[in-house]
């Protein structure tokens, strides 16, 4: 039985230090095979492509011994030692272009040196140039980038994007000008932009983020779980006290979904895997312990964006293409850090359809978001939530709706409150968080309800105004008869009619009944 880690990175580190490694070196053989290979791999954070890059690194410096027993082993490959270029942007500062350029120089100078190579240009891209020209005598060059799209992801909304994008731009055109004396080059990052030469001039490159031949090449199928990590699994099957079958049912609810080609098969999140059997068997959100990006959000509320649309979005193939860091857009954003995976595609319209792949990046991100557009902070949340979710279990709407009024006290002067579509989100996000079922913005054959919420003994059909009464609200369900689709529910069903006040930005409002054998009952 091997050690799990989830904060050793490299590939030989784990090797020596006999970690438990996963075996993905049958896709670094296709990717080697050819005599030249120059390719992109995008992923979200914490997803192995560190590791990745540094397996590639072992396997060109010719270190055939830390392969033993696994894939690439057994391959018709002669294990020459080439040249290696491996820079990694999550270790390189970038607040400014001028600090970027300073380190790019002294990580260049310091692989020059370990070469024994001395360097006399003067910037980085120069200094890649010469670097790349002096070492291809000794054979052809590797170079490894890795988060090529840090830089400008931590200045995505800040005064040096630009410059540090031509700064990036300057960098990477190095890569297509010495195509002559390279024998592989990879880049990964996390998202796919356009315009910053690795795309708009490297026309050579070959994206495969969404080759079905490497869907899997990150992450962890099912069947890879089940073999790799029985020993854990076993262990955590006594320490829950649960059955195996529930234990392999919850790590795949929390921790799957992630999906990269519509064909595919779904994988789990490795760093999630290993701290959750590193924690004893603890389902957290270990995957957002770094939290989410702040330009994410307010790239959301910039676009006053319609969140409960992520449960089931559909885009076409151009929602995945590369996009301007100057004009960006959520759905691809999204999809490419991580937080929407594909869950289908439909040949006839030609449509994907992606949501959330799994519980940990749905609760963590909806916590975030509250966090962001309610004034009640995540870390004394938990009580009012917990009141919350016993209100709509007990079917206390004045309990439930008193609550849910926490959530939308002190919200800033700052947020402009224009429609009803601010408080449907608050709202949409706060039950998310709850744990009780909620569809928005539900259709039916007469209009189209604001909510729907489901316990396991009733249904809450919900409608809002922001400038109209509660009682028009009300009558608004009775009238379209939101209600008839789910008569034959077995449960109790309850019509809400809550009022907004633009001014107390707050519900001032509200009135229900209790439909009972197809008549509305006495207001509750």
Known sequence: MKSLTSSVYTFEDLIVGNFLYVDKTEYLWQLIQPAKGIYFLARPRRFGK????????????????????????SKPYDWKEYPVIHLDFGEIPAKSVKGLEAALR????????DYGVKLSSDTAAMKLSELIRQLQPRGKVVILIDEYDKPILDNISLPPLEEIRREMEDFYSIIKATEPYQRFVLLTGVSKFSKVSVFSKLNNLTDISMDANYATMFGYTQQELEHNFAWYIDRAVEQLKMDRVE??????????????????????????IAKFFESGGEFKNFWFETGTPGFLIDLLKLNNYDLPS??????????FSAYEITRLAVEPLLFQTGYITLHGYNPETMLYTLGYPNMEVKNAFIRNLMDVFTPVRKEIAAS???????????GSIDAFMAQMRIFFSNIPNNITLKNEKYYQTVFYLVLKLVGIYIDAEVNTESG?????????DRIIIAEFKLRDSAEVALLQIKDKKYYEKYLNSGKEIILLGAAFDAKTRNIEHWTSEVIQDNTPSLPL
């Open 50 to 73: 560190s590791l990745t890059l540094s397996t590639l690194k072992a396997v060109f410096q010719g270190k055939k011994h830390l392969f033993k027993g696994l894939a690439l082993e």
């Open 106 to 113: 002294q990580a260049i100078d310091q692989i020059a040196g």
């Open 247 to 272: 234990l392999l049912r919850q790590l795949k609810l929390w921790y799957n979904g992630y999906r990269f080609h519509h064909k595919a098969l779904t994988v789990y999140n490795p760093v999630s």
């Open 310 to 319: 992520l449960e089931n979005l559909e885009l076409d193939e151009t929602g």
């Open 384 to 394: 009012h939530i917990v009141k919350l979710s016993q209100a709509a279990k007990s």
């Open 448 to 456: 189209r309800i604001d909510a729907v919420l489901q316990t396991s």
